[in-house]
């Protein structure tokens, strides 16, 4: 697939960083992350819905991890990161943890600005190391989550749907990029409205590519990009694959199509 619009050194970046994921979903397999008691109701999605147990200790060292990669490859922002560490005492590591798990944009770029670094920085660490205990939720919170229908964005965390897989048997799976969840829904169905009205759901095919099309709604104006993986010889890991089919985005922006929500990522 086409990765040009995405640097080199950008890219090289992220999957160092889906790389630790792995790591640190491995260094959490051992706790139980999601308070559940809480959970009341079946709404979606559910990790609103819960407390997330957070280990300050492990938090930051994920961060660590994540800050050792980013200057190795963007050195120039090695004086920034050396700035960010020195904050990152225990009650901002709890606040960066609990903002980063609702995605509080307004939060991280007023504690850049007041911090002197990126405005992106902060942001960008703070949700990378809270992805591996949204990963770690999603298993824990499997048997309470929809396998199959339409939920409208991620039954889990909320992300907005954007990215679906034909699997193997040759059914839709939704998939988050953000907490890895996966639902089934009907092929030909709006993953944001959920339209399955005759005509409603266009299916556009890219000339040069056979193995990605582009789910796009008349009704709701949403799209969802659609991966066939049988034609793939290997699957990336979502948050790679979101990013390397970037050029459907913008093939779907260009034509007026968005993703439902204003959460986006
Ligand atoms: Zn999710
Ligand atoms: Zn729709």
Same mark, same amino acid.
């Given at each position: 697939?086409?990765?040009?619009?995405?640097?080199?050194? +950008?890219?090289?970046?992220?999957?160092?960083?889906?790389?630790? +994921?792995?790591?640190?979903?491995?260094?959490?397999?051992?706790?139980?992350?999601?308070?559940?008691?809480?959970?009341?109701?079946?709404?979606?999605?559910?990790?609103?819905?819960?407390?997330?147990?957070?280990?300050?200790?492990?938090?930051?060292?994920?961060?660590?991890? *994540?800050?050792?990669?980013?200057?190795?490859?963007?050195?120039?922002?090695?004086?920034? *990161?050396?700035?960010?560490?020195?904050?990152?005492?225990?009650?901002? *590591?709890?606040?960066?943890?609990?903002?980063?798990?609702?995605?509080?944009? +307004?939060?991280?770029?007023?504690?850049?600005?007041?911090?002197?670094?990126?405005?992106?920085?902060?942001?960008?660490?703070?949700?990378?190391?809270?992805?591996?205990?949204?990963?770690?939720?999603?298993?824990?919170?499997?048997?309470?989550?929809?396998?199959?229908? &339409?939920?409208?964005?991620?039954?889990?965390?909320?992300?907005?749907?954007?990215?679906?897989?034909?699997?193997?048997?040759?059914?839709?799976?939704?998939?988050?990029?953000?907490?890895?969840?996966?639902?089934?829904?009907?092929?030909?169905?709006?993953? &944001?409205?959920?339209?399955?009205?005759?005509?409603?759901?266009?299916?556009?095919?890219?000339?040069?590519?056979?193995?990605?099309?582009?789910?796009?709604?008349?009704?709701?104006?949403?799209?969802?990009?659609?991966?066939?993986?049988?034609?793939?010889?290997?699957?990336?890991?979502?948050?790679?694959?979101?990013?390397?089919?970037?050029?459907?985005?913008?093939?779907?922006?260009?034509?007026?199509?968005?993703?439902?929500?204003?959460?986006? &990522?």
């Amino acid at each position: 697939m086409k990765t040009e619009i995405i640097s080199p050194v +950008y890219m090289k970046l992220q999957e160092e960083i889906s790389a630790l +994921y792995e790591q640190w979903v491995r260094a959490l397999s051992q706790q139980t992350v999601v308070i559940k008691e809480k959970i009341d109701g079946k709404q979606f999605p559910l990790l609103p819905q819960v407390d997330l147990q957070f280990n300050e200790k492990d938090y930051h060292s994920f961060l660590q991890d *994540l800050f050792k990669a980013v200057k190795e490859n963007k050195p120039e922002l090695g004086e920034d *990161l050396v700035k960010i560490e020195a904050k990152l005492d225990g009650e901002t *590591l709890a606040k960066w943890f609990q903002e980063a798990v609702i995605v509080n944009t +307004y939060y991280f770029a007023d504690w850049a600005e007041k911090n002197s670094v990126p405005e992106w920085l902060p942001v960008f660490a703070a949700e990378h190391a809270v992805r591996p205990y949204l990963h770690k939720a999603s298993i824990e919170l499997q048997d309470e989550l929809p396998k199959q229908g &339409h939920t409208g964005g991620c039954p889990c965390c909320g992300e907005p749907a954007r990215m679906a897989l034909i699997n193997k048997n040759g059914k839709k799976e939704l998939i988050c990029p953000r907490c890895h969840s996966t639902w089934e829904q009907k092929k030909i169905a709006c993953a &944001h409205c959920g339209s399955d009205a005759q005509g409603e759901v266009m299916v556009l095919k890219l000339e040069e590519d056979e193995r990605a099309e582009i789910y796009a709604c008349k009704s709701c104006k949403g799209y969802t990009k659609v991966i066939d993986t049988r034609k793939l010889l290997e699957v990336p890991a979502p948050e790679i694959l979101d990013l390397k089919t970037i050029h459907l985005d913008y093939i779907a922006q260009e034509k007026g199509y968005g993703l439902s929500e204003d959460k986006q &990522h």
